[in-house]
């Protein structure tokens, strides 16, 4: 008599891709006009659930990504963002680099005024970072 505990068991281990991993994997930075393009105003966005993983250990990394940017042209559409920043959960990247590189694939995008981004990463081994990173349209900083 076959066990249904072993058949749900192996249906979840199915190597087949799942719809949110296919999301993630084909997921771009779309962006769309703004709407009240010439009015200086702030969009806030904040992302509790980033992960990647530390490329000397291996170990995941946890950390809220704060985006604050001035659109200028071009918003970043919401779910976009989400399925971006969900495509680093795998990747062996730095604290440092990490903020670093959604900083820049965010500016391309959207060519923002300002964008200001901020991970606060969660403590481990009794160390807790914070790294911030700012652009500025027109501005080599």
Same mark, same amino acid.
């Given at each position: 008599m076959?066990?249904? &505990?072993?058949? !749900? !068991? &192996?249906?979840?281990? &199915?190597?087949?891709?799942?719809?949110?991993?296919?999301?993630?994997?084909? #997921?771009?930075?779309?962006?769309?006009?703004?709407?009240?393009?010439?009015?200086?105003?702030? *969009?806030?966005?904040?992302?509790?659930?980033?992960?990647?993983?530390?490329?000397?250990? #291996?170990?995941?990394?946890? /950390?809220?990504?704060?985006?604050?940017?001035?659109?200028?042209?071009?918003?970043?559409?919401?779910? /976009?963002?989400?399925?971006?920043?969900? !495509?680093?959960?795998?990747?062996y990247? &730095?604290?440092?680099? !990490?903020?670093?590189?959604i900083?820049?694939?965010?500016?391309?995008?959207?060519?923002?005024?300002?964008?200001? *981004?901020? #991970?606060?990463?969660?403590?481990? #081994?009794?160390?807790?970072?914070? *790294?911030?990173?700012?652009?500025?349209?027109? /501005?080599?900083?």
């Amino acid at each position: 008599m076959p066990n249904p &505990s072993l058949e !749900s !068991s &192996s249906e979840m281990a &199915s190597p087949d891709i799942k719809y949110g991993e296919r999301d993630i994997a084909e #997921g771009k930075l779309i962006t769309f006009p703004n709407p009240r393009p010439g009015r200086r105003y702030t *969009i806030d966005i904040t992302l509790p659930e980033f992960t990647c993983k530390c490329p000397f250990s #291996g170990y995941p990394d946890f /950390a809220t990504i704060h985006i604050t940017y001035y659109p200028d042209q071009t918003v970043v559409e919401l779910k /976009a963002i989400k399925l971006y920043i969900n !495509s680093y959960r795998d990747r062996y990247i &730095s604290h440092e680099e !990490s903020v670093n590189q959604i900083l820049d694939d965010l500016v391309a995008a959207c060519d923002p005024l300002g964008m200001t *981004i901020k #991970g606060d990463f969660a403590p481990r #081994g009794n160390v807790h970072t914070v *790294i911030e990173v700012h652009h500025v349209q027109g /501005a080599n900083l």
